[in-house]
């Protein structure tokens, strides 16, 4: 009888956890929370963006400074770095 008590609270269990994963399964499919997620998403993808940008214009400045330092100091050097061949 004992036996029939605990099989029975087991599969109460289960069936009690298994309807609510598929209940948060069902919520995280649902058209609002996909939209949140894709909003997120673009805004994340936004900011790397946007850090890159930062980024590519510091860059570009400090590159920039390197050639017209390079350039009015009157040394020959490689616009690109390189060493000269001779």
């Known amino acids: 009888m004992i036996g029939r008590v605990v099989w029975f609270a087991l599969g109460a269990g289960v069936a009690i956890w298994g309807y609510s994963k598929v ?3 069902w919520r995280r499919a649902s058209p609002e929370a996909l939209g949140h997620r894709v909003a997120a998403s673009a805004s994340e993808l936004g900011e790397s963006a946007r850090d890159f940008v930062d ?3 510091a860059a570009m400045v400090e590159r920039e400074a ?4 390079a350039l009015q100091g009157g040394e020959r050097r490689d616009p690109l770095g390189l060493p000269e061949s001779e």
């Open 66 to 69: 390197e050639l017209r330092e």
């Open 55 to 57: 980024r590519a214009r």
């Open 23 to 25: 209940r948060e399964s």
